[in-house]
């Protein structure tokens, strides 16, 4: 009987030991060596500016809704292209008359791939669109708009920088407020598109909001 109370003890103490010694060696490694846990869903939005030339040219501006799946990209986006065209209300009175001369309304949705690394990442998309056209025509008799809808070939890519790590939200970039999150902005560079019955390719700068990674 003693003999079976010293192997038990000697068991419990050995059992023991084990879990301290893996706990303590949990505790030596560099925190860099164990895997983020993944406490926010990779979903963000961010709205473009910059300009656009081919068969349609001008100012073109957009926004997009993006959610992220391991590599797998998600996006809707909603955009315009517009040009203006400016002449004098007459020689007497030097003011300038701007009038729409073009404009492109889109609405896509896109599927990409999307690479992170520490604190920017890489992506490019392309999908489908519904694209309308409304521009300004001039004939022998009248002037007016004319509308025309079709479907078209969107596509994008940008690249965009952000935080590394969880701190407090900043307003405009300076003033902190609340606890450290994974909310935070972004800023990049977008190359984007659409091949239809217009075609026009545009790059521009990026600004956004969300969850850009896992933090």
Do not use: C
Request: charged share 15%; no cysteine.
């Amino acid at each position: 009987m003693s003999k079976l109370y010293f192997t038990l003890a000697f068991t419990l103490l050995a059992a023991f030991g084990t879990i301290n010694g893996q706990e303590n060696l949990t505790d030596s490694l560099p925190t860099d060596s164990i895997a983020p846990v993944k406490t926010n869903p990779i979903l963000f939005a961010d709205v473009y500016f910059g300009g656009a030339g081919g068969s349609s040219h001008g100012f073109s501006a957009a926004g997009t809704l993006n959610y992220q799946y391991k590599k797998h990209l998600f996006t809707a986006r909603v955009g315009q292209l517009s040009s203006y065209r400016t002449r004098l209300l007459s020689p007497v009175l030097p003011f300038p008359l701007v009038r729409l001369q073009e404009s492109v309304d889109e609405y896509a949705l896109l599927y990409g791939r999307r690479y992170i690394a520490e604190n920017r990442a890489f992506s490019f998309s392309a999908g489908v669109a519904f694209v309308s056209r409304k521009h300004f025509v001039v004939n022998e008799d009248n002037a007016f708009y004319v509308r025309e809808n079709a479907f078209g070939l969107p596509f994008e890519a940008s690249i965009k920088w952000f935080k590394r790590r969880r701190v407090p939200y900043h307003i405009y970039g300076i003033i902190p407020i609340g606890k450290p999150t994974a909310f935070g902005n972004s800023f990049g560079f977008k190359v984007l598109g659409n091949v239809s019955k217009t075609t026009f390719v545009g790059i521009g700068v990026t600004f956004g909001f969300g969850y850009h990674k896992y933090y």
